[in-house]
């Protein structure tokens, strides 16, 4: 494992991150989801694609990558990027999950590999709705003192000022953003995921022209037991793409 500084717009950041297969000329990159990390997506992945150097990366805020700020999805991309460009890393091939497919459709690699994207606003819940009420007219009153009794369970453990991270982020509608993408993706999606659900991938499919989409069993995490799959079609969309 590996840390490298990086600064944006005067705030500083620890970047956890580690390289494989360094003699390799394509790159591939690899972002996780919200909650997750690195070692996640080295569990799926690291034993596939031998001809790719993978690089897995911490973003901030998660596993061992640092983070004292409020930040926007558009941060996350500026701090990812900035991260790329002081490593010498070449935007090949990108796969994001959830929240982490958010940071790599900002990056326009030459490949989007998209797992479960987050993008997609779906309706909440009457209960999450009511929640969401109740918190916005006591907020006045005691300001955030009580945000951890209404923070989603996405946030258990993690400092204020990630809870105010995922709120700059969970609801943002990337859907022109994926409708204006016009470079190569690929899309997976697990049939039974309730937190970016199939409709929500079938959709991002619809607005990316020219994307291939694939289901796949499993929930939110169906890439654990579908690596080896996926990993085969990023292999063959390289070769036909001519990386």
Known sequence: MAVRKVKIDSMDFDISYEIFNKDKNIDLIILHGWGSNKEVMKSAFLK???NFRHIYID??????SSNDYSLTTNLYFNIIDRFLKDLGAKKDIVIGHSFGG???LLLRPKLLV???SAGIVAKKPFKVRAKITLFKALKPLF??????LFATKDVEGMSKNMYETLKNVVDEDFSSLFKSYDKESLIF??????TTPLESGKKIASLMKGSLFFEMEGDHYFFLKNAKEISKK???K???AHL
């Open 189 to 194: 999606w697990g049939r039974e995921d309730k």
């Open 234 to 236: 990023i292999e063959e």
């Open 59 to 64: 973003m901030p805020g998660f596993g061992k």
């Open 238 to 240: 390289v070769l036909d």
């Open 48 to 50: 596939f694609m031998p």
């Open 143 to 148: 300001g955030d003192r009580f945000y951890k």
């Open 114 to 116: 998209l797992l479960s």
């Open 102 to 104: 958010k940071v790599a």
